[in-house]
């Protein structure tokens, strides 16, 4: 007897379509090279030890087994559904898989959402479907997937023409060929991946919701996925989450960095909100490592599965050439490690044991004395990594092909008594010798700086860990606020009231509707003021000269204002203006940029960078999903190139840092609460210095709550 098909969740029904105890292939043909054969091959093949069901009306039996006409007639609901038949048959076989109590399936066929208009109605059938019998899809238009660990085998792919050894190494991809390629450099390498799935489509089921089953797994020890664009944010936070929990690393390598699909906003805000630098700022706001290539993801996994994560970000490195050495150093400074200079007490105790000729200091250079002193190489390594200053070590030697059994020994020698995580770097190493290194639980790579970039990544993940457990006690709380109707630009006085009620320090500003206004407010400022156009037309004043600055007498605030009507009548006769805004000179000598963005993918997100008139120019700056808490926003100041300044330089005092990160967490907060109503905001500039941060020229834009982004 069955069970009932509500007691299964959503994420039941995932896990057991990964992990099935039966297997049906839908439209299973008796020639096992064509794609619908193929499925059938490798699980009978490969030694699937679960039920199989082909399911074809032209044979009665295929590959030994019995083949059944339709879903219909099978023995039970199978787990998995492997559909591998013409697009245009697919809906009906989907539906009677649902009528026959099936839950989950994987569809190869091509022909829907990619190819256009006419696919994507198709593909709206199949969610349609799926939805009506609660059913789970992956695909169309995929490869499928593979659990080396139970043999599972609901792809086509060639990958599984060769051994797929399973291992620590979970991996989901949105392109089936390119996938395909990094599983087979995964095979390559001899790292082992115990699961390959391509999402496709993603007409159901998407690259973070089948991650999330793969995570779960204890064999799985890191997760890695090739991303084209990312359609639920939400989805992408739980399984960052999730991982962090479970202290698995994720690795991600995705395309399109480049800034072609900018999209025109009213603010400098939307102007920087590429797609990409959106992403990279939420991988690393979620603690997400993120790979250029599909070589760096595979250096990445490599470390990340075979050692251990270092305490800190210091590195101690030991070679056999001086050169090599100051090689490794200077990639490793480009890259934020710190090669620490060793306590007195390590040099001296390397001194003891190193030839005359060697080097002490950090890179430690041993020379090749090793060889006929073997004891030197394990000792240098072990006073190295007791270094205070040192979180993780690199090895570095070349050829030795002489040596490698004695060199192999020492390094697992070294490897069981070390308290601290160390790689090596053996360039022209002898075949073989990476296995046998990994074998004692060593990762090798061949190039120096391969090795340090791992290094690299080993330390970012310890850090992100880090930041993560701290965030969690941090977690702000949004509550929703619900702000006055309004549609577009808001005046500034509005504008700077709202910005006040969100905790965000603001310059006061007065109205002037005349010259005698703008000098009464001056008078009751009682020092020097700003003068700034005032038009829903116009929203960067300083485009076409609308702001005048540091004027202190009533003949030079009259003779502004008019000034700046006559520069805005030229520069834009029909723009409606609605008068000046009068504004105290504010203190402060860094100019901030600080702005908020609804995307369509990633929601409310916020920004703080270099500002001024050159911020499009520079581009300096630093994104966040919002909410975050503040030590989120240090975390975002510290991105930025030009963080020193926030610390003082040229004699000039330090901002007050705190403050501004207190800001940037509660207009991060009070941005989410509104996001229903907020479209964009813009503080340019914000002004920072010791007294903290205050915003003196916004942009705020609203938009009624049915409107779409």
Excluded at 443 to 462: C, H, I, P, Q, S
Aim: charged share 20%; net charge negative.
């Amino acid at each position: 007897m069955t069970e009932p098909r509500t007691i299964l969740s959503r994420h039941d029904v995932l896990a057991r379509m990964l992990q099935p105890q039966s297997v049906a292939v839908i439209g299973a043909s008796a020639q096992f090279s064509k794609i619908n054969g193929r499925p059938l091959k490798h699980l009978l093949e490969k030694g699937y030890q679960g039920r199989i069901y082909p399911v074809n009306p032209k044979y009665s039996e295929l590959g030994g087994l019995s083949c059944y006409p339709d879903a219909a007639s099978l023995p039970e609901p199978p787990d998995l559904a492997v559909i591998a038949v013409p697009a245009k048959d697919v809906p009906a076989s989907l539906r009677e898989l649902g009528m026959a109590g099936g839950r989950a399936a994987v569809v190869f066929s091509s022909g829907f959402g990619e190819i256009g208009a006419e696919g994507l109605e198709q593909e709206q059938l199949l969610r349609t479907i799926a939805q009506e019998y609660d059913m789970v899809l992956c695909g169309p238009n995929c490869l499928g997937f593979i659990n080396a660990h139970e043999n599972v085998y609901a792809t086509f792919s060639q990958y599984a023409d060769g051994p797929t050894n399973s291992g620590p190494i979970g991996f989901v991809t949105q392109s089936g060929a390119f996938g395909t390629a990094i599983a087979a450099l995964v095979r390559q390498r001899g790292l082992g991946l115990g699961y390959f799935i391509n999402t496709g489509n993603e007409a159901d089921a998407g690259f973070s919701e089948l991650m999330s089953i793969v995570v779960e797994d204890p064999r799985t020890r890191v997760v890695a996925g090739y991303l084209e664009g990312i359609k639920d944010v939400e989805a992408l936070a739980r399984l960052t989450r999730r991982c962090h929990e479970l202290g698995k690393p994720l690795v991600l390598t995705k395309v399109g960095r480049t800034a072609s699909g900018v999209r025109a906003a009213a603010s400098h805000t939307g102007s920087l909100a590429v797609e990409d630098a959106l992403f990279d700022s939420v991988l690393r706001q979620y603690g997400v490592l993120r790979a250029r290539n599909e070589e760096q993801m595979l250096d990445m996994l490599e470390a990340l599965a075979g050692c251990d994560v270092p305490a800190g970000r210091g590195l101690g490195i030991i070679t056999q050439s001086g050169g090599a050495g100051v090689m490794m150093t200077d990639r490793a400074e480009e890259i934020g490690l710190d090669v620490p200079v060793l306590q007195p007490s390590t040099s001296t105790a390397l001194q003891a044991v190193m030839p005359a000729y060697g080097s002490s200091g950090n890179p430690v250079d041993i020379t090749g004395q090793f060889v006929a002193q073997p004891e030197l190489l394990s000792e240098s390594v072990s006073i190295l990594l007791d270094d205070p200053g040192v979180d993780i070590g690199i090895v570095w030697l070349q050829l030795m092909t002489m040596h490698v059994d004695m060199l192999v020994d020492i390094f697992g020698r070294i490897r069981e008594q070390a308290k601290k995580p160390f790689i090596v770097c053996w360039v022209a190493a002898p075949p073989g010798t990476a296995e046998r290194l990994r074998e004692k639980g060593i990762v090798m790579f061949g190039a120096g700086e391969r090795a340090v970039d791992a290094v690299a990544a080993l330390a970012r993940y310890g850090q992100m860990q880090r930041a993560h457990a701290a965030a969690r006690a941090d977690a702000p709380v949004p509550l929703p606020i619900k702000l006055p109707f309004a549609d577009g630009p808001l005046p500034t006085l509005d504008a700077v009231a709202l910005l006040e009620q969100a905790g965000v320090p603001m310059a006061p500003v007065a109205l002037a509707a005349s010259a005698d206004d703008a000098v009464q407010a001056w008078k009751r400022f009682g020092k020097p003021v700003a003068l700034k156009i005032e038009s829903p037309d116009i929203l960067h004043k300083t485009d076409v000269g609308g702001v005048v600055l540091g004027l202190d007498s009533e003949a030079d605030i009259r003779k502004g204002y008019q000034a700046l009507l006559d520069a805005c009548m030229q520069a834009r006769p029909d723009a409606a203006i609605t008068g000046i805004v009068v504004q105290p000179m504010s203190a402060g000598h860094v100019e901030l940029v600080i702005g908020v963005k609804r995307d369509p993918v990633f929601g409310v997100m916020v920004m703080v960078g270099y500002g001024g008139i050159l911020l499009e120019v520079l581009r300096d700056v630093a994104f966040r999903r919002a909410p975050f808490s503040v030590g989120e926003a240090r975390t975002m100041l510290d991105e930025l190139r030009m963080r020193p300044v926030l610390d003082g330089v040229r004699g000039r005092p330090p901002i007050d840092v705190d403050r501004l990160c207190m800001m940037l967490s509660r207009l991060s907060l009070w941005a989410v609460s509104v996001e229903n109503q907020l479209q964009e905001l813009d503080l340019n500039p914000v002004l920072a210095g010791p007294e903290g941060p205050v915003g003196v020229d916004s942009v705020v834009v609203l938009r009624t709550e049915t409107q779409q982004i």
